[in-house]
């Protein structure tokens, strides 16, 4: 079952000083994390505050061609890929064929931001993040995070 998320904030994994983004289902409480590169989490963060750039970023760029082949991004669907990692389906609607192209979260998350593409997240991604975090301190955190109202932090701006 395709569970409805999305993007409600930003957080660092304290164990690898990495970028995550913090997916929660819609109307409900369950939050995903999705660690990301610094450049994905900083393509995310200027479409989220309308940042405008000098020249395109790698997004900008797929959106483009996406467009300028008449193709739009129907949905992201993020699954359990392997057993172990995560992985992501883009599906890609063009004339009357809807491609499905299998790549990184980090990626079809910032590509989804840029396309405003609703998100989704397979049932059984919540499952292994469950069965694999638990009530850990590390999963506690990421709720707390997840459960943060960004608005109360005021509005950053990248310089």
Known sequence: MLVPVEMVTFAVDPATNSPMVVLREVGGE??????????EAGAIAMQQMDVDVQL??????????????????DKVVIEVHAERTLAARLYVHAGKTTHVLI?????ALSIAARCTAP??????????????NGNSPAQKLRQQVAALDVVDFGRYFLQ
């Open 56 to 73: 395109p970023l790698a997004v900008d760029v797929i959106k483009a061609l996406l467009s300028g082949f008449g193709a739009r991004m």
């Open 30 to 39: 369950r939050v995903l994390t999705v660690v990301v590169g610094t450049a």
């Open 103 to 107: 790549c990184r979260p980090a990626d």
């Open 119 to 132: 998100l989704f997240v397979h049932e059984a991604v919540f499952d292994k993040a469950l069965a694999d």
